[in-house]
């Protein structure tokens, strides 16, 4: 445990007095560009060690991305902004992301007394520090030095030096300079008592395809296969004869005659995205490991990008103590500001679903981008709208890329706390310092609360890998993750909480598994499916389920595969393809839904046919079933289907399973209800997305948690949110 960030009395000017510390020896911001000379450092003992590996932060977290390296000439700079951040009510800063060149300005001299410094007056000041490694960003002298720490693009080029997140995973030189500048802030901070979590790196990305990249991809096919028979037959290479006679035969996927980027061997190109994974996620390992061993109670994040699917993030789960991620939703403040608020509900429920428990906001933006088309000011209230989305969905921080705005470089006009002026009048600091006030309002209530839905849906990295390079039966666009995405939508609509869950995850314990498209069936997820069922779930599937094994190769005897065909009480006979513009529907209940895309022909071995398809040659026949299978029941919905199919299917459902919801009933559209929990007390984040004033009637028993008065209806403006109680 650690100190309150912002308490209450002494405690918050002296962080000591709560630790039961003797105060910290004062530093004062005197010349930090002469401190940069080497000097005897301080020794820290850390008194408060955490022994959870599943830490849970005791205060909501507010603060940033802080790069003071770029300003240590201007001591008066640095000065004003301890200021501004206790009148912004932050609490804790991101330090070194991107420091090496100042950390190591020379190969193996580290200079540390700049970083010394900041932390320790931060400390002083009650702001905490998310420490960095900074391998994000090599320096050129490195990049100049050891070309090998480069990457290989895929058309076989090295890259140049310069820029950022270009380094090769594999190579070993990389590797020992990652580990060496580590082990060093490590042993130096790691028992500084202001020094609260490792921040790996910063948005693990990107590919290398150089010849040790190449040579560790074989390496991890010959433990995979065991024997090059096995791929063979596993990536069915009689096809086009493209037999492997020899491991050195097998290179990465790289662009190819008129088949333009699409590897034919469809086996090999999954197994790249696997290993290109598992790469990462060795590297992230061995980042974590570097600094764990001065200290393994302090908890290691790494920040987590949105809808980044070059990577299975569930792969690096059980590598970090807490997970983070950068949310920057381009908000236009129009109608569409709905659809992209239910599309960054949908990802910070993949960032608390990861380890099942609060997640970090690590970085928004409190006024704009620029890196988009567009730099589109967040209109007035939006701020606290979409930074509550976050703790109402999980989040125990709202942080910020960057404090301090750059002065030069690419990111100059990026969004921050402190424009370029300097000062606090700025509307962009106005809304931080509303964000960081809300954040104290409710931290004895939320720090320490879960989201705890009954409610599963499966959104499977791997299985979009090969489902997007299938070939077939849409071209022209096969869309799993927009499926994915309404299905979602339907749920968030009416204040349904959600887990989003891979192949992989536990199923066990929900009364509801959504499992759109699974065309790839990982080993072991299909008995997970039937067990479920089995056992008293209900489990929704859909067309183009259960095609392909793990590796690619088609099911034979039937379509869904390994068995799903008995649970679903079905048999996938085959897929329409519709053009875009093109669409049929399906009569229930004597009204008639829209559908599109992909249509399945299926036949009923079983299952009770709820509803059939209204037009086209198949025309009356099944496109909704359900089937009894053991305690459980299984839905299949044979189309594509629209909003309002969702909408009336999941309403009934949900009902009929009783499943948790936020409110009693669905709040006004465009208004988004999400749901926390703890000690048996209820607490409802509305966020109004819609543009326009909205009333929520509220059971009764309410209290707004901001008043701490009773509360009928919710009246909310325009990017409006409000924090009540439920009674």
């Known amino acids: 445990m650690f100190p309150p960030p912002y308490g209450r009395g002494e405690h918050r000017d002296n962080p000591s007095a ?21 000097a005897r450092h301080m020794s820290f003992e850390r008194s408060n060690p955490m022994t959870s590996l599943t830490p849970k932060f005791p205060h909501l977290l507010h603060g940033g991305d802080y ?35 100042k950390l190591e300005p020379q190969e193996g001299a580290y200079q540390l007394d700049w970083l010394e410094q900041i932390i320790q007056t931060l400390y002083e000041n009650g702001v905490y520090t998310v420490l960095a490694t900074p391998s994000g960003a090599k320096p050129r002298w490195m990049s100049e030095k050891y070309p090998e720490t480069r990457r290989v693009t895929a058309a076989g080029q090295r890259e140049l ?44 990305g990107g590919e290398c395809r150089c010849e040790l990249c190449q040579a560790a991809f074989r390496e991890w096919l010959k433990k995979k296969y065991g024997s090059l028979e096995a ?52 590297f992230i390992a061995a980042e974590g490991n570097a600094v764990k061993a001065a200290d393994p109670s302090i908890p290691v994040t790494a920040n987590l990008m949105y809808d980044f699917y070059y990577y299975n993030y569930f792969k690096f789960k059980d590598l970090l103590d807490v997970v983070s991620w950068d949310a920057y939703p381009q908000w236009k403040g129009t109608g569409e500001d709905i659809a992209t608020a239910a599309d960054f509900a949908l990802w910070h429920d993949v960032m ?28 007035p209230g939006m701020h606290l709208a979409s930074s509550m989305q976050a703790v109402g969905h999980g989040a125990d921080s709202v942080q910020y890329f960057q ?45 320490g609360s879960q989201v705890k839905p009954e409610v599963a849906l499966v959104f499977d990295t791997e299985n979009r890998w090969a489902v997007e390079t299938a070939a077939g039966p849409r071209n022209c666009g096969i869309h799993y993750a927009e499926d994915v995405r309404a299905h979602y939508r339907a749920l968030w609509r009416m204040g349904v909480p959600v887990d989003i869950v891979d192949e992989e995850c ?73 053009w875009d513009g093109e669409s049929n529907c399906i009569l229930l209940d004597g009204k008639s839904y829209p559908v599109t895309e992909l249509c399945a022909l299926i036949h009923a071995k079983g299952a009770q046919v709820l509803g059939t398809y209204g037009r086209d040659f198949y025309q009356g026949e099944p496109a909704l079933t359900v089937n009894a299978y053991g305690a459980g029941q299984a839905y299949y919905l044979a189309a594509r289907a629209g909003a309002d199919f969702y909408r009336d299917f999941y309403s009934g459902l949900t009902e009929k399973l009783a499943c948790k ?66 009674g």
């Open 661 to 726: 919801r936020a409110l009693p009933a669905p709040p006004p559209e465009g208004v988004e209800a999400c749901l926390r929990e703890k000690n048996g007390e209820s607490y409802v984040f509305l966020q109004n997305f819609s543009g326009e004033a909205q009333s929520v009637p509220l059971p009764e028993g309410c209290v707004d948690m901001a008043s701490g008065q009773a509360i009928a209806t919710a009246e909310l403006a325009a990017y409006d949110s409000v924090v009540i109680k439920r």
């Open 403 to 447: 404090f301090r705005k750059s002065r030069g470089a690419t990111e100059k006009f990026h969004g921050a706390v402190v424009d370029h002026c300097g000062h606090s009048g700025t509307r962009e600091f106005r809304d931080v310092e509303q964000v960081g006030r809300r954040l104290q309002q409710l931290d004895e209530a939320i720090c």
């Open 161 to 204: 030096s310069g820029g950022r997140h270009n380094h090769c995973y594999t190579s070993p030189v990389y590797r020992e300079k990652v580990r060496a500048v580590n082990t060093v802030l490590a042993q130096r901070f790691a028992k500084h008592p202001g020094v609260i979590l490792w921040h790996l790196s910063n948005e693990y």
């Open 506 to 578: 536990s199923i066990g314990g929900y009364k509801l598994v959504i499992a759109p498209m699974l065309y790839l069936l990982r080993a072991g997820f299909a008995e997970k499916l039937r067990a479920f069922v089995e056992a008293g779930g209900v489990l929704v599937g859909t067309y183009h389920t259960g095609l392909v094994n793990e590796n690619d190769l088609c099911h034979l005897g039937g379509w869904p595969g390994e068995g799903l065909g008995e649970v679903f009480g079905l048999w996938h006979e085959a897929t329409d393809g519709l």
């Open 231 to 282: 791929l063979n037959k596993q990536w069915w290479t009689d096809f086009w004869s493209q037999t492997f006679n020899s491991w050195e035969e097998i290179h990465a996927p790289a662009p190819r005659g008129p088949w333009g980027n699409a590897e034919p061997v469809h086996g090999l190109s999954l197994d790249w995205k696997r290993f290109v994974t598992d790469q990462v996620a060795d």
């Open 67 to 101: 790069n003071p390296d770029q300003w240590l000439d201007r001591p008066d700079i640095l000065e004003q902004d301890i200021a501004l951040m206790k009148e912004a009510h932050i609490n804790c800063v991101s330090l070194g992301i991107f420091a090496w060149a």
């Open 352 to 379: 608390r679903s990861l380890k099942k428990q609060p997640f970090l906001l690590m970085e928004s933006t409190p006024s704009v981008i620029n890196w988009g088309p567009v730099s589109r000011l967040k209109r």
């Open 18 to 38: 709560f630790l039961g510390l003797d105060p910290p020896r004062k530093v004062e911001y005197n010349d930090l560009k002469n401190a940069r000379k080497p």
